[in-house]
């Protein structure tokens, strides 16, 4: 077994899948990923900024990653198509790097998900802008993807909702979010509208 490299990176990230909020997957009287999606498959992007990373000795900081994945039915049965998109001001090197640790390649949070995917599509390097507003978050990849994802309304006096809901991304800490309007995906041959459905974003602390 060849040794790892490496590494660790901190950031921030959301996502907004199609399923109504709260999503079953993590908030159910079912076993975590046995639910069924409430529609019944499963259409989701996991967005990531960078903020600091280090890759053995390779710098990472500021770029940006999306994930996509569709599943057929409960996500913990498997039989995930999914598809990466590294940000084009990465280096080879660096685009990678961030192809092994968001695949899952060489261990940390994105490992768990690694045996559920059944057809990995081809990476793409694309120009990805990721925003923080406030507690709004958004992604714009021209023409593949325009999403963003707001707080679900709270008596909190900080607006949000936050839980430990074990999700392997933010384990300890991740809020519930919806996704805004206009949130859509067009690529692979796949059209998604995921405005008003679930989402969730966390500052994020990896390493392998």
Known sequence: MPTQTKWTLTGDYFENCNCDVVCPCLVSPAAPLTAKPTRDV???????????????????????????AHTPGAMGAGNWTAAAYIDERATEAQAAALGTIFTGAEGGPMAAFAPLIGKMLD?????????????????????????AVEPVGSMHPSGEIWGALGHPVAPDRMAMAV?????????????WDNSGRNGHYAPIAWSN
């Open 42 to 68: 499963c259409d989701v992007a996991l967005v990531f900024h960078i903020d600091r990373g280090k890759y053995g000795d390779l710098a990472l900081d500021g770029l940006n990653v999306a994930v996509i």
């Open 123 to 147: 990476p793409r390097k694309v120009p990805i802008t990721y925003t923080v507003t406030g507690n709004s978050r958004a992604v714009t990849i021209p023409g593949i993807m325009q999403m």
């Open 179 to 191: 996704g805004s309007k206009g949130s859509t995906y067009t690529d692979h041959g796949m059209r």
